[in-house]
């Protein structure tokens, strides 16, 4: 799908040596500085142009925008109907019958790709009556060629695919602008126009007002047929060639700013001012973009005069590093012998912070400095080089810099604290194992990675894997792990959907969703995929983005982020639990937000996520130095920044201990067990209903039954065994419902003859209560049928219209004497089953 420019994209970028998550702004479109409001005079039929107009349009579309690609697995190249622009209907959804396909015909992944569109004899596109007369006229067809991504159902463009509905604003053949002044204008470009009969009129020029299709245009006649209209020209030219040349255009907001060619100062200052203007969130971090400039200009001027690429790349990545937003970074290859000295020596040796604020070891290396000292894993460090353990954390500048939220940044720097350069030689640790006392140890300093790669927010992570992938765990939930929101698009949205169809057809009772290691990727198909939990549309949040006309940031009102859901039979409507920590990075973010809107999922997991919740822009330093920032500021339906900073917080916290991180070295997952323990406990539990359920009559229940109304037991979690129901005693079920629905309560007992039956049941009494209050028999209905060669007595209803809560329902069935029902003997007693039945 081809976003607007108000549908950001939040994605990721690794980078060499920084893991830095990003988020990419839809394109933006251009400008227009040209005067279009002379007057022209309408021409006769006479001159018009001959030919019998286009038959093949033919173009190329050039890009530049770095984040281009992403996710894309079908693009396509469509005749786009122009009915919502000519209405500035920006919910207006292209017809399918309109949408005309055409051909890649080249290699969609090197810039600039051509292609080829056939048009039709007969077109099916929206008429429109643009001559402003007063008078109904046919109208004319009006499209514009465009540039498109194709994520859902089948080859043609639904409303998730169309961005919500609206027009191109990027990539099409048509300049649209992004100012505020004139929002989402065509001021541009060229269309192709389909006019059924000699009697149309188009508009040949903008008017005063300098917009498209309002009363002050002024007119001209058009050809029956195909014409092209190129807008770039006063007045408007038609082209009747019959194969025109329709390039699409890259606006100037989305192309790629190239400072490559400037001196490292002149870069320097290109790109502070590209912060200065830019940066989303300057207020907010209260950066002082002055101070940097005095701290940092001089390095730059240093390493250009010394022509010292190596200098400049430090001075880049020491600025990139002094704003705290994980979004902004750089490729920081060119530093990679920097880093692998920094971090090459270890002392065999992790840390870890426990939420007593103790600093542990989390891992020792067998065999390693810190083991040969006497150091026990658990045990607590109490300094180094003979500073304060937490103050020597706190110093630590991690090489994974930038960060947004504080308490990721803590985590990196206790993963830092323990690397050191190979020529340290030794470092003094003082330390207490669990149950000793205070000792110190001079630890040597040591090549050794694996005490680095144990506290990788990616350790145990596979190399490889798919966007979407899903099990059903033994508990018998569903898990679906999301890993990217930037892979291939189709193949994520179809993963989803069967992974969803899957758990609704075979009644999974709950959904945990694992976002613990997701980098981001599309804010867009994030969104819509999170519109699979719920059953109407929400919006989940707004965006601003610079505006040059105004220097403010502008944030356009009918531009919200929406969550469109899907049909009814792809929506899970069950429990769902999110799991969450400092790897679910941007567009993650924005799903595992989307998720806690009207409380649609419960947040389990040791940390919050990264908080990096704008969208980015890419641009070239000199050295040909990939760079990005945050450009897009996001917030929530109110307004309010939500994600930026504090990230998504786990509504659950997951103990962080010895024990925990003992475990986890173990192979144990605490997160997913806490999840699972977390979604067992239904939706409505501790809530008392406002009401109990409605008891059908005898008639209904009788309906209920032979219409196959499902029971209790159906829906029950416990599964007991034949010993187990043959002894007086009282069973106890979990019933959770996704929804209330009707279910039959009921008792039945089986025998081998009529005789039996009658026999057993003279020394059978039955019960029924409902949140405490006995319900008469008389309300129930008796049916005896026979079941597998036996004969059975089935005392029954029909509850439905559940009220949300915590419901309570007893069946008390007494034996007054030892019964045989033709098949073995039961014990006298009171055999009871509790039903609680949670109803969110």
């Known amino acids: 799908m081809k976003f607007k420019w108000f549908q950001i994209f939040a994605l990721i970028a690794v980078l060499s040596i920084v893991i830095s998550a990003c988020g990419g702004v839809a394109p933006l479109g251009e400008n227009s500085n040209d005067d279009t409001g002379t007057e022209s005079t309408e021409p006769t039929m006479e001159a018009l142009p001959e030919g019998d107009g286009p038959t093949v349009v033919t173009g190329k579309v050039e890009y530049t925008d770095l984040f281009f690609t992403m996710g894309v697995a079908e693009p396509v190249i469509i005749l786009e109907d122009q009915g919502g622009f000519v209405a500035r209907d920006r919910k207006f959804l292209i017809p399918v019958e309109s949408q005309i396909m055409g051909q890649i015909t080249s290699d969609f992944y090197t810039s600039p790709f051509t292609y080829s569109l056939t048009l039709p004899a007969q077109p099916k596109g929206t008429l429109n009556d643009v001559d402003h007369d007063g008078q109904t006229d046919t109208g004319v067809m009006i499209f514009a060629v465009a540039y498109w991504t194709n994520t859902w159902g089948d080859p043609y ?8 509905g609206g027009w191109s604003s990027a990539y099409a053949s048509t300049r649209v602008s992004t100012d505020s002044d004139a929002f989402l204008e065509v001021f541009g470009g060229q269309y192709v126009v389909f006019a059924p009969d000699e009697n149309q009129q188009f508009p040949s020029d903008f008017g005063a007002d300098k917009k498209l299709f309002t009363d002050d245009d002024p007119l001209m006649s058009l050809p029956a047929g195909w014409s092209v209209i190129d807008m770039d020209q006063t007045p408007f030219a ?4 019959e194969d025109p040349t329709l390039d699409l255009y890259e606006p100037e907001s989305a192309a790629l700013d190239d400072f490559t060619q400037m001196s490292y100062t002149e870069a320097f200052d290109a790109m502070l001012e590209k912060f200065r203007k830019e940066y989303a969130y ?24 010394a022509k010292d690429a190596h200098a400049f790349a430090l001075a880049l990545r020491d600025f990139i590093w002094s704003i705290p937003d994980t979004h902004v970074g750089m490729d920081t290859s060119a530093l990679g012998e920097d880093f692998a000295a920094d971090i090459a020596g270890g002392i065999g040796l992790a840390l870890g912070e426990t939420n007593d604020g103790k600093i542990v070891a989390r891992y020792i290396i067998p065999g390693g400095p810190a083991d040969e000292a006497g150091i026990e894993f658990g045990a607590e460090i109490i300094s180094m080089d003979g500073e304060p353990i ?10 994974s810099s930038p960060f947004s939220n504080p308490e990721i940044k803590r985590l990196q720097q206790l993963r830092y604290a323990t690397r050191f350069r190979a020529d340290k030689g030794q470092v003094e640790v003082a330390f207490m194992n669990p149950g000793g006392t205070e000792k110190t140890a001079s630890l040597a300093v040591v090549s050794e990675r694996d005490s680095f790669s144990v506290t990788s927010f990616a350790f145990g992570q596979p190399a490889t894997s798919l966007p979407v992938d899903f099990k059903i765990l033994p508990s018998g939930y569903g898990y679906i792990n999301i890993s990217s929101f930037s892979d291939n698009q189709v193949l994520s949205i179809q993963a989803w959907e069967y992974a969803l169809q899957y758990f609704n057809q075979n009644e999974v009772p709950g959904v945990i969703l694992d976002m613990r290691h997701n980098s981001g990727g599309s804010g867009w198909l994030a969104d819509q995929m999170a519109a699979y939990f719920f059953t109407e549309e929400v919006v989940a949040g707004k965006g601003s983005s610079y505006d040059e006309v105004t220097g403010e940031f502008y944030m356009d009102p009918a531009s919200d982020a929406l969550m469109i859901p899907p049909r009814e039979g792809l929506q899970y409507t069950g429990p769902v639990v999110v799991m969450v920590g400092p790897a679910c990075v941007s567009a993650c973010e924005f799903f595992s937000y989307n998720m806690t809107i009207k409380d649609r999922a419960i947040i389990v997991g040791q940390y919050p996520t990264s908080g990096a919740g704008g969208g980015v822009e890419a641009f070239l330093m000199p050295e040909n130095t990939y760079v990005q920032m945050t450009v897009s500021r996001q917030m929530d339906a109110d307004g309010n920044i939500h994600i930026e900073g504090g990230g998504v917080a786990p509504n659950v916290r997951v103990p962080v201990t010895v024990e925990s991180f003992q475990r986890e070295l173990a192979g144990e997952d605490v997160i997913l067990e806490a999840a699972e323990k977390v979604i067992s406990e239904p939706k409505g539990a501790g ?16 309906s209920a039954f032979s219409a196959g109304t499902a029971f209790l037991e159906d829906k029950k979690r416990e599964e007991y065994t034949a010993e187990e129901t043959s002894i007086p005693g009282v069973l106890t079920y979990t019933v959770p419902l996704v929804k209330s629905e009707t279910l039959i309560w009921a008792y039945y007992w089986c025998t081998t003859t009529k005789e039996i039956l009658d026999q057993n049941f003279s020394q059978i009494d039955v019960t029924f209560e409902l949140n405490g209050e006995e319900v008469p028999l008389d ?32 069946t008390t069935v007494t034996f007054k004497s030892p019964i045989n029902d033709g098949m073995g003997d039961y014990p006298a007693g009171d055999y009871v089953s509790e039903y609680s039945v949670f109803v969110p």
């Open 779 to 810: 309300q129930f209905a008796v049916a005896e049928l026979p079941s597998g060669g036996n004969q059975c007595r089935i005392i029954y209803t029909a509850l439905s219209d559940w009220k949300s809560g915590e419901h309570h329902l007893t």
């Open 238 to 241: 038609i082209d009747r060639s």
């Open 390 to 399: 937490g103050d020597v954390v706190s110093a630590v500048v991690p090489w």
């Open 282 to 305: 300057t207020e907010f971090k209260d950066i002082d973009w002055d101070a940097r400039e005095e701290e940092f200009r001089p390095r730059f001027e240093e390493a250009e005069k």
């Open 157 to 164: 463009l639904e409303r998730r695919d169309q961005g919500g």
């Open 687 to 702: 809530v008392t209903p406002s009401a109990p359920p409605k008891i059908a009559s005898v008639g209904e229940t009788e």
